[in-house]
């Protein structure tokens, strides 16, 4: 499975993007979640998406950020709204087939895209 992010940016808080992830692979037989990674520090879940629809967040994206799919277009998507300093990072897609940890957790996730940096001043 390969997989492409695209979407990041730089705006000021209090603005918005919204970050896609195609997919080449079976995507709707995946987990899917988005992580992010700022300078110094430890890969976090910021949201994902079970096969069966249900949705986790980070606490402190929750009602700021949405995660979405699109089966038909194997595509996962992130709202991001009233963005603030803190959410600056890398973010980046990835996919797993295993259930055995929470779905934040990065740790069995397989398959990571490259990556694409949101930047809030």
């Known amino acids: 499975v390969q997989l492409v992010e695209s979407g990041g940016g730089s705006v000021p808080a209090g603005g918005s993007l919204r970050l896609s992830c195609e997919s080449s692979g079976y995507y709707s037989k995946y987990r899917m979640g988005w992580f992010r990674q700022a300078p110094g520090k430890e890969r976090e879940g910021v949201a994902c998406?079970?096969?069966?629809?249900?949705?986790r967040y980070l606490d402190s994206v929750k009602g700021r950020f949405t995660v979405s799919g699109d089966n038909a277009k194997k595509t996962l998507y992130l709202q991001m709204n009233s963005l603030k300093p803190e959410d600056t990072a890398m973010y980046y897609c990835s996919a797993t087939l295993g259930l055995s940890l929470p779905c934040l957790d990065p740790r069995r996730y397989t398959y990571w895209g490259q990556g694409t940096q949101v930047t809030v001043s």
């Open positions: 998406i079970d096969m069966d629809g249900s949705t």
